[in-house]
């Protein structure tokens, strides 16, 4: 598990190349407009990218998970991390889980 950091796009705007780290199951993201994880696939498989979604509707009904596929050997994948919808209500934070992790790199990037 890896608390992701957020970079920030300065306004010279920012090279992201270097940003991303190993997925890790687990891992955790700041929530928050403008802010989105970046996913890139490096394996020979896609990957499918779970998202919790800690929210109820009429407290008591529990929201699906949102998932995601990032395709194989290139596939680079955008996701928002919306406040509303992924922040667990004791952290703030998002939730990430991967299919695999494998060759699998992330970031997180905030646009403001």
Known sequence: MTALVTQVVPNVGLDVGAAPVAATNGDTAACGQGTFLLVKNGSG????????????????????????????????????????????????????????????????VRVP
């Open 45 to 108: 498989s896609a990957v499918t990218v779970t998202l919790a979604t800690p929210g109820q509707v009429d407290g008591r009904l529990a929201i699906a998970d949102s998932t995601f596929s990032v395709g194989a050997t290139t596939g680079l994948g955008i996701i928002p991390l919306i406040p509303g919808l992924y922040a667990d209500p004791s952290t703030g934070l998002a939730t990430i889980t991967y299919s695999a992790t494998a060759s699998v790199t992330v970031a997180v």
